[in-house]
């Protein structure tokens, strides 16, 4: 048990899309991920999916519903089942929580993220 340092773990890397394992909470991992751009529209079948800013500004974008804003300091859970695309015009700070083995990029055709410990 200690404090983690989320500044000094999001400083170790400058990829963006990148998630990096910084703690275990329960069967989940707390990653942090710097985003920049847009991923690609998925959905994740058995599970949440948790966003929490914590610098800059992220867009989340729903199918068939209008964008939500999300900016430092708030949080945004997409219901699983959900179609939905996260992007930020400049870059943003981002905590995510998600099962151990669940794949960052849900059903989308690109290829997840190996989720480096930090």
């Known amino acids: 048990m200690k404090a983690i340092n989320l500044t000094d773990k ?3 890397f400058a990829s963006h899309w990148d998630p990096h394992v910084v703690a275990d909470y329960n069967d989940n991992d707390v990653m942090v991920v710097k985003i920049k751009g847009e991923y690609p529209f998925h959905k ?10 914590l ?3 992220i867009i989340i974008d729903i199918e ?3 964008s939500h804003t999300v900016k430092a300091g708030e949080l945004f859970v997409i ?3 959900v179609v939905h695309r996260p992007r930020a015009a400049e870059e943003a700070k981002v905590l995510l929580i998600e099962p151990k083995g669940e794949p960052n990029s849900g059903d989308s055709d ?3 993220s190996p989720k480096p410990r930090l």
């Open 79 to 81: 219901p699983k089942g």
């Open 55 to 57: 610098e800059g500004e």
């Open 110 to 112: 690109r290829e997840a």
């Open 44 to 53: 994740h079948d058995t599970t949440d999916d948790f966003f929490f800013v």
């Open 64 to 66: 068939d519903q209008p």
């Open 10 to 12: 999001l400083a170790r």
